[in-house]
């Protein structure tokens, strides 16, 4: 109950005397408000990026590795596109052969998609539309949000059927009228198919990948119809062959080896050869994007270091100047039986209230701004910045406020009282 009672009366000086020194006190504020608002501010920031970015690669699965011709995050030197370029793609018969003997893998599928394609319905048409031919059990390895009608069954993927799911906005385009489409036609370069299903709404991607909405999906064999794909060879338009892992194979590590060794005796490849394909995985792109954003926080920090350095700076001016005016009120206090910790918590606590005023000042300017508008960008203040900002400030105000209230601390009572 006594530390209880000392903590509440040294607050109450502090709040006093800030109350009574009020321009004083905003100017003080000011460097620790600015501090706090750029270190916050722009980790939030870059919080909010990594988070929007991390989304936008959602599409792209987890616990999964793909086989490709090019890797997701290129290469260290100005010419390493040259190696790579002479591969081979991917085989619709490695799928086949990686189907038929993997034992590590949940699922297994093949992909391949094409860009600028046009979609007609009628007199309506729209262009620059993502066409995606998909082999079974590929709804494993990337989420489809089939909104109305259904996804695509097992015979007609099997069967190179003409049936196809369009997105949110080609359906939009298209059919303009019919609230559902599902049972109508359309055509995709000269070629009639049927609409099974239609997309749940996904809306704009923040780094401009193609979204779903503009998108339309058929099975492998009926996209190879329309664009060679699949043969192996370099001229080609690249498939993609992507392995579902088990949640017990921890980092894949198992999948990654079988499929690597399947992959060579598949392709033939002597062991003094390297390999000529390359296994992708989407925690890659995750890494690379996470290391450029580290680099961006500590930016944030060195900014908002020199604000926070200035602040304290200004705190601790201020405390001197509280402990030279108030050293008759000390030096009456010790004589009345207050101890020394008393007279350095009493200091401490406002020079720590003080900071705080102004990381939460900080904090509020920092809330402001995620309340503006930044198109697909959504900024968010998150509990573990706040707890920072104020972890920060009190921190500024401990450090800046320990020396003069280790002085007010030392003082001597009769000195104190006769310096009024």
Same mark, same amino acid.
């Given at each position: 109950?006594?530390?209880?009672?000392? /903590?509440?009366?040294?607050?109450?000086?502090?709040?006093r005397?800030?109350?009574?020194?009020?321009?004083?006190? %905003?100017?003080?504020?000011?460097?620790?408000?600015i501090?706090?608002?750029?270190?916050?501010?722009?980790?939030?920031?870059?919080?909010?990026?990594?988070?929007?970015?991390?989304?936008?690669?959602?599409?792209l699965?987890?616990?999964?590795? &793909?086989?490709?011709?090019?890797?997701?995050?290129?290469?260290? !030197?100005?010419?390493?596109?040259?190696?790579?370029?002479?591969?081979?793609?991917?085989?619709?018969? *490695?799928?086949?052969?990686?189907?038929?003997?993997l034992?590590?893998?949940?699922?297994?599928?093949?992909y391949?998609?094409t860009? =600028?394609i !046009?979609?007609?319905?009628?007199? =309506?048409? $729209?262009?620059?539309?993502?066409?995606?031919?998909?082999?079974?059990?590929?709804?494993?390895?990337?989420?489809?949000? +089939?909104?109305?009608g259904?996804?695509l069954?097992?015979?007609?993927?099997?069967?190179?059927?003409?049936?196809?799911?369009i997105?949110?906005?080609?359906?939009?385009?298209l059919?303009?009228?019919?609230?559902?489409?599902?049972?109508?036609f359309?055509? $995709?370069?000269?070629?009639?198919?049927? +609409? +099974?299903? +239609? =997309?749940?709404?996904?809306?704009?991607?923040?780094?401009?990948?193609? #979204?779903?909405?503009?998108?339309?999906? /058929?099975? &492998?064999?009926?996209?190879?119809?329309l664009?060679?794909?699949?043969?192996?060879?370099?001229?080609?338009?690249?498939?993609?062959?992507?392995?579902?892992?088990?949640p017990?194979?921890?980092?894949?590590?198992?999948?990654?080896?079988?499929?690597?060794g399947?992959?060579? %005796?598949?392709?033939?490849?002597?062991?003094?050869?390297?390999?000529?394909?390359?296994?992708?995985r989407? *925690?890659?792109?995750?890494n690379? /994007?996470?290391?450029?954003?580290?680099?961006?926080?500590?930016a944030?920090?060195?900014?908002?270091?020199? #604000?926070?350095?200035?602040?304290?700076?200004?705190?601790?001016?201020?405390?001197?100047v509280?402990?030279?005016?108030? !050293?008759?009120?000390?030096g009456?206090?010790?004589?009345?039986?207050?101890?020394? &910790?008393?007279?350095?918590?009493q200091?401490?606590?406002?020079?720590?209230?003080?900071?705080?005023?102004g990381?939460?000042?900080?904090?509020?300017?920092?809330?402001?701004?995620?309340?503006?508008?930044?198109?697909s960008?959504?900024? /968010?203040?998150?509990?573990?910045?706040? $707890?920072?900002?104020?972890?920060?400030?009190?921190?500024?105000?401990?450090?800046?406020?320990? %020396?003069?209230?280790?002085?007010?601390?030392?003082?001597?009572? %009769?000195i104190?009282?006769?310096?009024?």
């Amino acid at each position: 109950m006594l530390v209880l009672r000392l /903590i509440g009366e040294s607050l109450g000086f502090a709040w006093r005397a800030l109350k009574s020194n009020l321009l004083r006190t %905003v100017l003080s504020l000011l460097g620790v408000t600015i501090g706090i608002f750029s270190i916050i501010a722009v980790l939030t920031l870059v919080d909010s990026l990594e988070k929007n970015v991390r989304d936008s690669f959602n599409f792209l699965g987890s616990d999964i590795i &793909y086989v490709e011709k090019w890797p997701f995050t290129g290469g260290n !030197t100005r010419d390493w596109w040259k190696d790579y370029i002479r591969r081979p793609n991917v085989s619709f018969n *490695e799928y086949k052969f990686l189907k038929a003997n993997l034992k590590t893998a949940q699922h297994v599928s093949i992909y391949a998609n094409t860009g =600028n394609i !046009t979609v007609k319905a009628g007199s =309506n048409g $729209i262009n620059k539309i993502t066409l995606r031919g998909v082999a079974s059990e590929y709804e494993f390895l990337r989420e489809v949000n +089939v909104d109305r009608g259904r996804y695509l069954t097992l015979d007609e993927i099997e069967g190179g059927r003409n049936v196809v799911i369009i997105g949110y906005e080609v359906a939009k385009a298209l059919f303009p009228k019919i609230d559902d489409p599902v049972g109508q036609f359309v055509k $995709i370069k000269n070629l009639r198919f049927k +609409v +099974v299903g +239609v =997309n749940k709404k996904q809306g704009e991607s923040f780094i401009g990948f193609s #979204s779903a909405d503009y998108e339309c999906i /058929i099975p &492998y064999d009926s996209f190879r119809k329309l664009i060679s794909t699949g043969n192996g060879r370099s001229n080609e338009l690249g498939s993609h062959i992507g392995l579902k892992g088990s949640p017990e194979d921890v980092g894949l590590v198992e999948l990654e080896n079988e499929t690597r060794g399947y992959m060579r %005796v598949k392709r033939g490849l002597k062991p003094s050869k390297k390999d000529n394909f390359t296994m992708n995985r989407p *925690e890659a792109i995750v890494n690379a /994007i996470g290391q450029v954003f580290d680099v961006l926080g500590v930016a944030g920090w060195v900014i908002g270091g020199f #604000s926070m350095l200035v602040g304290g700076f200004g705190i601790a001016n201020i405390m001197f100047v509280s402990v030279k005016e108030r !050293t008759s009120i000390i030096g009456l206090q010790k004589s009345l039986g207050a101890k020394n &910790y008393f007279i350095l918590f009493q200091f401490l606590f406002e020079s720590v209230l003080l900071s705080l005023i102004g990381g939460l000042s900080g904090l509020f300017l920092v809330w402001l701004l995620t309340l503006a508008p930044f198109g697909s960008l959504q900024v /968010i203040l998150s509990p573990a910045n706040i $707890i920072l900002g104020l972890g920060v400030s009190s921190t500024i105000g401990l450090v800046a406020g320990i %020396v003069p209230a280790a002085m007010a601390a030392r003082l001597d009572p %009769v000195i104190a009282i006769r310096a009024a």
